[in-house]
């Protein structure tokens, strides 16, 4: 904006509004009228005359200050009086001592008052410097926004450049390529419309409300589950929002159990991870991508290629296949809410344990030499 006023683009009085669509106009074709120097001149001639304003006042101040000094090393001559005033009982007197003593207290008295440190003279001078000061700070500031001096392009390639260069600029920061609005006045007003309609929510509400709706939706987890928790699958889920973690708490008590096995830990992920993306899905939030990575969930499980038992709830085969199911419920539900998600399900198990689930689909099998970096790549 300062090189544009310089360069006379924009009129050295134009304010930021103004300069915008000036640079605009300038852009399309239109010349903008230079502006002379009158303005800037008076400026700076009332700045100047201020400065000498205050500079003599500031001289009579202190010379008026010399000057009071002086009269103070008069009283200090007169001093002599207050001795005698003193003393009078003492002291022979001629006709005219009472006359001359009076005459010396008169003048001394007088002389005190002159000298006094803050007389009305000090106050209207002080006050005078004050307002020429805001004075001055006032045109300082108008001055501060002209260029200080006007300058040319040295060409007219220079000067397309220039303009080049100012409607990247303008394009960056407005919204539309189109030149920008002289006045904001419907975007205020559509900001505060905004503003008028956000409603406050209490935190506080709304946080226990979503660690209520997170320990119903586990719970919903937990009987689905079935027997894969073998002593805990009536146990109610309390979800630690202080330290970031899930709870069984036994039924009709206060009591939080201290869970035990890997088993049960990895069903509480697998519980908290899920209610957490239920949660998100349904606030509508788009802050977390509808997408969950889980590594292995059966590394607490040691199933064998023999014979399965998945009908034993204490057999590893049946926890396992009751954690597939939990996910495969997970997606189907997702489904039917009109919902999208990905989960991505890294294994070691036998491919029988999920053939039957109908949302999961079998990527690849990595066996018998076959790996998901072949052996090929490697040599």
């Given at each position: ?6 360069h006379n ?5 134009a304010?930021v509004?103004e300069v915008?669509?000036?640079l ?6 239109f010349?903008?009228?230079p502006?002379?120097?009158s303005?800037?001149e008076?400026?700076?001639?009332s ?6 304003k205050?500079r003599?006042?500031k ?6 200050n010399?000057y009071?000094?002086s ?8 001093k002599?009086i207050?001795f ?7 002291i ?5 001592f ?29 006050d ?14 108008k001055?501060?926004?002209l260029?200080?001096e006007?300058?040319?392009f ?7 450049f220039?303009?080049?260069q100012?409607?990247s600029k ?17 975007e205020?007003g ?7 309609q956000l ?8 946080r226990?409300?979503?660690i209520k ?36 708490r036994?039924?009709k008590?206060s009591?939080i159990?201290?869970v ?10 697998l519980f ?7 949660v998100i899905f349904?606030n509508?939030s ?7 990575i889980?590594?292995?969930?059966s590394?607490?499980?040691y ?14 085969d049946?926890k396992?296949?009751k954690a ?6 997970f997606?189907?539900?997702?489904k ?7 989960m ?9 344990t999920v053939?039957?689930?109908?949302n ?8 018998n030499?076959?790996?998901?970096i ?6």
């Amino acid at each position: 904006m300062q090189k544009a006023k310089e360069h006379n683009v924009v009129r050295e009085d134009a304010k930021v509004d103004e300069v915008i669509v000036e640079l605009n106009k300038a852009i399309q074709g239109f010349e903008t009228e230079p502006t002379t120097n009158s303005d800037k001149e008076k400026l700076e001639s009332s700045f100047y005359s201020l400065q000498r304003k205050i500079r003599n006042l500031k001289q009579f101040s202190s010379e008026y200050n010399k000057y009071k000094s002086s009269i103070k090393n008069l009283d200090d001559s007169l001093k002599p009086i207050e001795f005698l005033r003193e003393k009078d009982s003492e002291i022979i007197k001629t006709s005219i001592f009472e006359q001359l003593v009076t005459a010396y207290t008169k003048d001394l008295n007088t002389i005190r008052k002159s000298y006094s440190n803050n007389t009305p003279i000090d106050r209207q001078v002080n006050d005078n410097v004050k307002d020429l000061e805001k004075e001055k700070e006032i045109i300082k500031s108008k001055l501060d926004l002209l260029p200080k001096e006007n300058k040319s392009f040295e060409s007219e390639r220079e000067k397309y450049f220039f303009l080049g260069q100012v409607k990247s600029k303008l394009e960056i920061f407005s919204s539309e390529s189109s030149p920008i609005l002289t006045s904001y006045d419907e975007e205020i007003g559509a900001l505060e419309a905004e503003i008028e309609q956000l409603i406050v929510l209490n935190t506080e509400e709304k946080r226990e409300l979503t660690i209520k709706l997170t320990e119903e939706i586990i719970s919903e987890y937990i009987k689905e589950s079935d027997k894969a928790l073998a002593n805990y699958s009536t146990y109610q889920p309390v979800f630690d929002y202080k330290n970031k973690t899930l709870l069984l708490r036994k039924p009709k008590t206060s009591y939080i159990e201290n869970v035990g096995s890997s088993s049960n830990h990895m069903f509480l992920h697998l519980f908290f991870s899920l209610a957490m993306h239920e949660v998100i899905f349904q606030n509508k939030s788009p802050f977390v991508a509808p997408f969950l990575i889980i590594d292995q969930p059966s590394r607490p499980y040691y199933g064998t290629n023999g014979k399965r038992k998945t009908d034993d709830p204490e057999s590893d085969d049946y926890k396992i296949k009751k954690a597939f199911e939990l996910l495969d419920r997970f997606i189907e539900t997702r489904k039917s809410n009109n919902g999208d998600f990905q989960m991505i399900v890294l294994e070691h198990i036998p491919i029988e344990t999920v053939t039957n689930l109908k949302n999961i689909h079998i990527v690849e099998e990595f066996f018998n030499g076959n790996a998901l970096i072949p052996k090929s790549y490697i040599e």
